[in-house]
């Protein structure tokens, strides 16, 4: 079992920056891919970037060219570091790993608070 614990999350202004972390412990699959979602109130969880063990990278639109998140399989943690951030960036965010091949496995963290506000 995969336990996720993020950390980082807290008030910014507007065109400020911030960086989450999420540490992962247990038994960590290979293969994995690692990433972070976010959700606001009366809308679906949407992605905000995820990276393979192998290093790809994935963002989201809303997020492409103001993001960057990088892995370290050693120390089995992923960090996403937010730039320019706008008040639609507010939300929980959430870190996953999931592995989409046989044995299959997802796990989420609990999820922390970003908000962005002046």
């Known amino acids: 079992q995969v336990q996720l614990v993020e950390s980082g999350g807290g008030l910014v202004q507007p065109g400020g920056s911030l960086r989450l972390s999420c540490a992962a412990s247990?038994?960590?699959?290979?293969?994995?891919?690692m990433g972070w979602f976010r959700q606001v109130p009366g809308k679906q969880r949407e992605l905000v970037a995820t990276?393979?063990?192998?290093?790809?990278?994935d963002y989201g639109d809303s997020v492409q060219g103001r993001s960057t998140i990088t892995r370290n399989n050693a120390k089995n943690t992923v960090d996403l570091q937010m730039d320019s951030l706008k008040p639609e960036d507010t939300g929980v965010y959430y870190c996953?790993?999931?592995?989409?091949?046989?044995?299959?496995?997802?796990?989420w963290g609990q999820g922390i608070q970003v908000t962005v506000s002046a």
């Open positions: 996953k790993i999931q592995r989409k091949i046989t044995p299959t496995m997802t796990a």
């Open positions: 247990g038994t960590i699959p290979g293969a994995a891919v």
């Open positions: 990276v393979t063990s192998g290093g790809t990278v």
